[in-house]
């Protein structure tokens, strides 16, 4: 098979744990499995000023495109783990979707609908250069140690944390540690090792995966096709990905055989009657896949917590794996840092288990229609689902019924027990509620044009005020909290304000002079006021915190 990206060797020196007195080998956190989501949570600690060790079984990046899509909340996370820009760079930027039934496009969407947000809706980049960018990240962060071809490959959990076994080219090593963030992917040893459940469906399906390296002036847009001419019967997804590689997806049927399915000679046929003979293109990487949809029933066991695929899987049509997995990262790195500073005890980490489960259960309720769409396992389901495709020619309530993956979107956090409602008779426009992610809009700071998310950034609570309301932070707040004021364009500004040049800002946020939001670290909204609280901001911080 052709290749067009050059896999990194990654060194894999002698453990100083091996010339270590035997129990002496100790680390506050470990991070294990280098993937998106073990770099991304090593990261966002490592900025937090953590000392976290990261250790990964493999010396390489991930092989095959695998996580494809990152939608603009990952992107803007990415921003904030400091290597969001490559990622936009290299990658295909898309926003428009589109169905087919046969030949006959029944549907289509915009993801961004809206200007005056930095990033796109969605950017399509093989896995392996994700990863590569969050390597390259994380060495440059002096806190952060990564370690490779270092296996773990046992587990004992305490009180005080966990003590691993790790098995590295050198020989083993025990190490122990105050908190084990597991990474380490759907099958997840850790998991097994300990013997925790995962719960769910598997679906009667496959779907096979090829990368295809070709020429094509095809527009930059997800394509899927029910029932095509060139694959009868079945369904087929088409991406852009970049250096002219094509991810193309076709279902194949539960009764099809995986290895057989996977050989060139299979493969090459299916792709010959989608393109045409004229077509040259070249085999990537192939990959068969069963759908599932699954999740452990906790996410934290004492002080092991789970993250990513090893906590939940879904089926891959709709973009929620890999964004879902990044933003457990978002949400656990703040947290399991405001412990370890002592400014939160930690049962604030039950409220990572409470968000995140809560977001997967909602990924997984999404997956699960999409995947009932796709692949209808009953008559009944099939006659409906055909209906609803003949109906989308001609008719605009059957389109909003067509499921071809809805596509990964943030989860708005509003039943946390860490949000702080509005207070009664405070109205407030628009979608900014409390437990909502913000909102990007253009701003100007100093004469520079900027992003509000990129003014949002700085890992504290920050009090996002509008207008020159007198406000006065102390200095035994349970935590630090930053002070960001939003001005309209003309009026007097301080240095640091925030210019909002194009009254998206104040639209979105519903902005009235005097109205206060406080935002969390992971640029949800804690809470909101219209006017400056002291109190009502202390308690809303406490409950952030889980100190009530």
């Known amino acids: 098979m052709h290749s067009t990206y050059s896999y990194p060797k990654f060194d ?48 390489t990046v991930s092989v095959g495109s695998r996580g494809l899509c990152y939608a603009k909340r990952t992107l803007e996370i990415l921003d904030r783990l400091g290597c969001g820009q490559p990622v936009v760079d290299k990658g295909v930027t898309w926003n428009v979707g589109r169905t087919f039934l046969d030949t006959e496009e029944v549907f289509n969407f915009d993801l961004l609908p809206e200007a005056g947000h930095e990033r796109p809706g969605m950017v399509n980049l093989q896995q392996y250069y994700l990863e590569e960018y969050l390597v390259a990240r994380a060495r440059e962060l002096p806190g952060l140690e990564m370690r490779f071809r270092h296996k773990v490959t046992q587990v004992e959990p305490h009180g005080a944390g966990a003590t691993l076994q790790v098995e590295t080219p050198h020989g083993a090593f025990t190490l122990a540690c105050d908190w084990l963030v597991v990474c380490d992917g759907a099958r997840s040893p850790i998991r097994c090792l300990l013997g925790h459940d995962i719960e769910g469906r598997i679906f009667q399906d496959r779907f096979l995966i090829a990368d295809v390296v070709m020429k094509a002036d095809f527009p930059a847009e997800r394509w899927f096709w029910f029932d095509p001419p060139f694959h009868r019967g079945q369904s087929v997804l088409l991406h852009r990905e970049a250096d002219n590689v094509w991810r193309i997806d076709f279902q194949l049927g539960w009764d099809a055989d995986p290895d057989e399915e996977r050989k060139p000679e299979r493969v090459i046929p299916r792709i010959r009657a989608m393109l045409g003979d004229e077509r040259p293109f070249e085999l990537e990487w192939v990959s068969v896949y069963t759908f599932q949809c699954r999740r452990m029933t906790s996410f934290r066991h004492g002080r092991v917590l789970f993250a990513g695929d090893s906590a939940h899987q879904v089926s891959p049509f709709g973009a929620r794996g890999a964004n879902s997995g990044i933003q457990d990262a978002d949400n656990l790195g703040w ?34 229609r999409s995947t009932d769409f796709i692949t209808p396992k009953s008559a009944m389901s099939r006659r409906f689902r055909n209906a609803v495709l003949g109906l989308a020619r001609e008719h605009a309530f059957a389109r909003a019924l067509v499921n071809s993956g809805r596509l990964s979107v943030p989860a708005t956090l509003g039943s946390s027990d860490l949000v702080t409602p509005d207070r009664p008779g405070e109205d407030f426009e628009g979608w900014m509620l409390p437990g909502a992610p913000m909102d990007d809009a253009p701003v100007a700071v100093d004469g520079q044009p900027t ?24 200095d035994d707040l349970p935590v630090p909290v930053g002070l960001r004021r939003v001005q309209r364009p003309g009026s007097a500004a301080a240095a640091g304000d925030l210019i909002d040049t194009e009254g998206h800002l104040t639209r979105r946020y519903d902005g009235r002079p005097g109205t206060v939001y406080l935002l969390r670290p992971d640029q949800h909204v804690a809470a909101r006021w219209r006017a400056f609280d002291l109190e009502a901001l202390r308690a809303a911080l406490r409950r952030s915190l889980a100190l009530q």
């Open 451 to 474: 992003w509000l998310l990129r003014q949002i950034a700085d890992g504290d609570f920050t009090l996002l005020v509008f207008g020159d309301a007198p406000v006065v932070l102390p």
């Open 335 to 368: 947290k399991l840092a405001a412990v370890l500073r002592g400014h939160a005890p930690d049962t604030l980490l039950d409220s990572y288990h409470a968000e995140r489960a809560f977001a997967a259960d909602e990924n997984l309720l999404n997956s699960t």
């Open 12 to 59: 894999a020196p002698r453990a100083p744990e091996l010339d270590a007195a035997p129990g002496t080998a100790h680390r506050p956190v470990v991070v294990v499995g280098a993937g998106p989501v073990g770099l991304s949570v090593a990261i966002d600690l490592a900025q937090r000023g953590q000392p976290v060790l990261l250790l990964d079984d493999d010396d």
